[in-house]
């Protein structure tokens, strides 16, 4: 089991792994990332992304499989923050196996992504 803050509250994910969703503001874009936890870090595992657009550009060595661009960016980062604009009507869902969190839906302060043990 691992744990993950969401801005004040932790969630319990059922292993070291989790994938955020989300549809681009401007473009109406669908993207999903699969992150892993790691002490003291977020690793970006793979992206996809339903299509492109302007600030939407697949990543290096991105490949097409089943209309989507997938590539593995392999970046790690201490924290993410999610901006929680209201504007796109759906914010961020963020999973773990077939449990499923919507955060961000509203209009408010950006949401801080962590592993449980950061500083």
Same mark, same amino acid.
């Given at each position: %089991?691992?744990?993950? %803050?969401?801005? +004040?509250?932790?969630? &319990? ?13 401007? *473009? ?27 600030? %939407?550009?697949?990543? *290096?060595? &991105? ?12 970046? *790690?980062? &201490? *924290?993410?923050?999610? +901006? ?5 009507? +759906? ?18 302060? +950006? ?9």
């Amino acid at each position: %089991m691992s744990c993950l %803050m969401a801005g +004040a509250v932790a969630l &319990a994910l059922s292993g070291p792994g989790f994938t955020l969703h989300w549809t681009h503001s401007v *473009e109406k874009t669908e993207w999903v990332e699969a992150w892993e936890l790691r002490p003291h870090s977020l690793y970006l595992l793979e992206a996809r992304i339903k299509g492109s657009g302007a600030g %939407m550009e697949p990543g *290096e060595g &991105a490949v097409q499989e089943n209309g989507w661009w997938v590539w593995s960016p392999g970046t *790690e980062v &201490a *924290e993410l923050h999610l +901006a929680a604009s209201g504007s796109t009507g +759906a914010g961020w869902r963020l999973c773990d196996g077939g449990t499923c969190h919507d955060v961000g839906r509203t209009a408010g302060r +950006a949401i801080r992504l962590a592993p449980c043990d950061s500083p």
